[in-house]
């Protein structure tokens, strides 16, 4: 059984533990990381083909008109299939209480029949939020399974919550 990890993930100046942060590495790829190692899954990372604001509010403003215009971001790189996996692990930052709008470019261009999707999100408290249900439209036709939900501060000890949620 072959898995992949698509994720967004940004680095640089982010919420982390209440306060705003330079961070090297972006929380969700730190998870996305962590499943590549526990479970042998590709790695596949959606990113902009223009990037975001490094400054963290002007990213969250430029996120929030993305969201508001229902926009399709290009992307640097498209995955065009995901035929040789069956477990697809789907990883975001919440932005506006869903995915970043990047990811819904590329979720869109993928055929989901008969997959298994586990999501997982990063958040400082916001949960999934709604992307859940926005999962449900992107992923048509696979068994969505439960989401891990990780508080972006607690990612660097979250290798064990990870593991056993794989494991489930």
Known sequence: MSSLVIYFSRNGENYFGGELKNIEKGNTEVIAEYIHELDGADLFKVEPAEEYPADYMKCIDVAKKEQQSDARPEIKETLESI????TIYIGF???WG???MPMFTQLEKLDFAGKIVKPFVTHEG????SSLKD?????????IKRGLSIQ???VYD???IVNA???E
């Open 165 to 167: 949620w794989i494991e």
């Open 98 to 100: 869903t995915l970043p």
């Open 93 to 95: 930052p919440n932005w």
């Open 135 to 143: 999962l449900k439209k992107l992923c048509e036709g696979a068994e």
């Open 83 to 86: 035929d040789g996996y069956d």
């Open 152 to 154: 972006g501060a607690d």
């Open 158 to 160: 979250a290798k064990g």
């Open 126 to 129: 916001s949960g999934f939020g």
